[in-house]
């Protein structure tokens, strides 16, 4: 009867994991993404030579740069990995007292030093979006003026907060290749910001077509303002949203050691039998899947 009921609390865990993890057997897949490609063709405008990274380097990448964005370093991070991993198997064996399950809960705190480094990097991200707008407030005011992207560039650039990718701008389209276009697209893709895409499409249609093109850039940095100020509001849901899920794990977990002086007998069934070891294996599973999807709410707008 006891193997049965936790048949069932199995059944149901699988089935909420289905649910946290967006998980639809039914749905189809759209193999054609509109957003990709544009994308996509933007880096080929680029450089003609463009070829899409493989799974294996986009996942150092992005480790390496949230790594870099937090304000830490490789062998730190490393450091960071070491002590989440032994802290879990400490834990493990205090919550668990099986070394199989202390193991596995050492490996499932494993990724913790990386959303602690994601949750800073983000932060030290929105700091550079409130450095970026300034930057293009800068350059719009100068370019709207003198309709010469360059030259507005050029007059602002001892002034700038974001300094280095328009320095390196300047000297690309000065020294290297003069086409504006591909230096502007050039650009684009050493600041990763959705506005920033928008105001050197703008800048990419003033060169492309006569016109007033220009004056729609001030628009974007009042969507960039906009944006801004509904972030804060956001921030401060998000921190009840981190609040909630800390609280829900801790309730979680301190059933366990509740059931180990309260019922001895379930105790020992969840942590001696193969079904108990199941469930809690896929409780740690879930915990680090719900912390990047909470991860994946809180990202900048």
């Known amino acids: 009867m006891q193997n049965i009921i936790l048949i069932m609390i199995f059944a149901l865990l699988l089935t909420g994991a289905f649910f946290i993890a967006g998980i639809n057997p039914f749905r189809r897949k759209a193999y054609i993404s509109l957003s990709k490609q544009i994308q996509e063709e933007k880096f080929r405008n680029v450089d003609e030579r463009f070829s899409k990274l493989d799974l294996k380097d986009r996942l150092i990448t992005t480790i390496q740069n949230t790594v870099a964005m937090g304000g830490s370093n490789m062998k730190i991070f490393a450091l960071m990995l070491a002590v989440a991993c032994g802290a879990g198997i400490g834990i493990g064996k205090m919550l668990f007292t099986d070394t199989g399950l202390a193991l596995v809960t050492g490996l499932a705190l494993i990724p913790v ?46 002034k700038l907060d974001v300094q280095r990718p328009f320095a390196e701008f300047i000297t690309d389209v000065t020294l290297i290749d003069s086409n504006i276009r591909r230096g502007l697209r050039r650009l684009e893709l050493k600041i990763n910001n959705r506005y920033f895409s928008e105001w050197i499409d703008i800048l990419v249609l003033s060169q492309e077509k006569s016109g007033d093109m220009r004056f729609i850039l001030p628009a974007v940095i009042d969507g960039m303002n906009d944006a801004k100020k509904l972030q ?70």
């Open 113 to 158: 030093p990386y959303i602690f480094l994601k949750v800073k990097s983000r932060w030290y991200k929105r700091n550079q979006d409130e450095l970026l707008e300034n930057t293009l407030s800068l350059i719009t005011n100068s370019y709207i003026s003198c309709n010469d992207i360059i030259k507005a560039v050029n007059e602002n650039l001892s």
């Open 232 to 301: 804060i509001e956001a921030d401060t849901v998000m921190m009840n949203v981190w609040k909630e899920y800390f609280m829900s794990i801790i309730l979680a977990f301190s059933i366990i050691p509740i059931l180990r002086f309260s019922n001895a007998e379930w105790f020992n069934i969840l942590i001696n039998t193969f079904v108990g070891k199941l469930l809690i294996v896929l409780m740690l599973v879930l915990t680090i899947i719900s912390a990047f999807l909470t991860l994946r709410i809180n990202k900048p707008l």
